[in-house]
């Protein structure tokens, strides 16, 4: 008997070592929580919800196109990417796949959603690998002024990354609650931003705005929608820009065109999808369908070519994508991976993944 009660509380003394140095984070206090109420009416206390009135249906079907395996055969390209300074009035974008991106805008450096570990999971011996590797190190990255944060899911919030990151960023900028994970990984709480919905911050002259997005969040079995999950608006005097992040089809696409009119470029998360996800990721054609709906000049498609977490073709999303948006007559933005372009230079849509299997 003693040696059962000994064996049971190993193995519950061994869990709460893992939850305790893992990647889980931590969870807003009831102090948090008094908080998050007075800023956010879409949070009832203990959880974020979506509003029921932009709640829309979306598409019926997946239609999969791609019959390609879920990794690629071929090793596909990757480029070498130019860090160079850029004017105020001029925006350079270098995609480093899925959905880390990085926007020098009014001459700063801004990293949207970095994530350059191996593994999209808790732990770097199991879960989700890369199929697709940027070519520089986070070492190689330039000094940032800015990290957009905007949910907690292990693809877009990376502990690993983040904590690499945190002596060459003057500034993380984050939905509500995912100041609590940072904290929890000892990123000093003087160099963190929270926003909800609808609040910004002016950062030298450039607004960045938090907006709603159609999701949920949580890092663990417990706990979901716990901290608030958005899409972001990058405006100044010279440009808009709209990243969806993740987030399905709704009312909130036209509630953000309503408040803040056409965006020069529109980056639309457009992969790992299926129908048990629809509610939290874009099919590509309704990818297509929501930058239509905020007025986007440009489009780029992203959370795709770097991690196998759906059951689709590993090209599926920007071909359906490119497909949609001719049929929209939309300018359509692809550049390799890590190639950097800049959004006043003639459009970069070459559709190089038909050439690899």
Sequence with gaps: MKKDLFAVGAVISAIALIFKKSDFGAH?????????????????GRRFTYPTEWAEKGLDEDQK??????????????????????????????WFGHSTVLMQMHSMNILFDPMFSERSSPFQWIGPSRFTRPSVSIKELPHLDIVMLSHD?????????????????????VSLGLEKHLEHWNIPSSKITTLAWWEQVNINGLDVICTPSRDFSGRGLIGQNRTQWCSWVLKDEYHSIFNSCDGSIGGHF???????????LALMECGQYNKSWHYSHLYPEEAVMAAEMIGAKKVMPIHWGAFVL????????????????????????????????????????????????
């Design 310 to 357: 759906s059951s689709h073709g590993w090209d599926d999303s920007p071909e359906r994508f490119v497909i949609e948006a001719e049929k929209r007559n939309l300018c359509v933005i692809t550049p390799y991976f890590c190639e950097t372009f800049s959004l006043d230079a003639p459009t970069v849509s070459n559709y190089w993944w038909r050439n690899y299997n």
């Design 254 to 264: 036209k509630a953000i065109h309503d408040k803040y009119g056409d965006f020069d």
């Design 65 to 94: 196109l791609s019959g390609k395996g879920t990794v690629p055969k071929d090793k596909l390209p990757v480029y070498t990417p130019d860090f160079s300074v850029i004017g105020i009035d001029k925006i350079s974008i270098t």
């Design 153 to 173: 899911h292990y693809d877009h919030l990376d502990r690993r990354t983040v904590q690499q990151l945190a002596t060459k960023t003057d500034r993380f900028i």
């Design 28 to 44: 807003p206090t009831a102090s948090d929580c008094r908080e998050y109420n007075k800023r956010c009416s879409e949070y009832n």
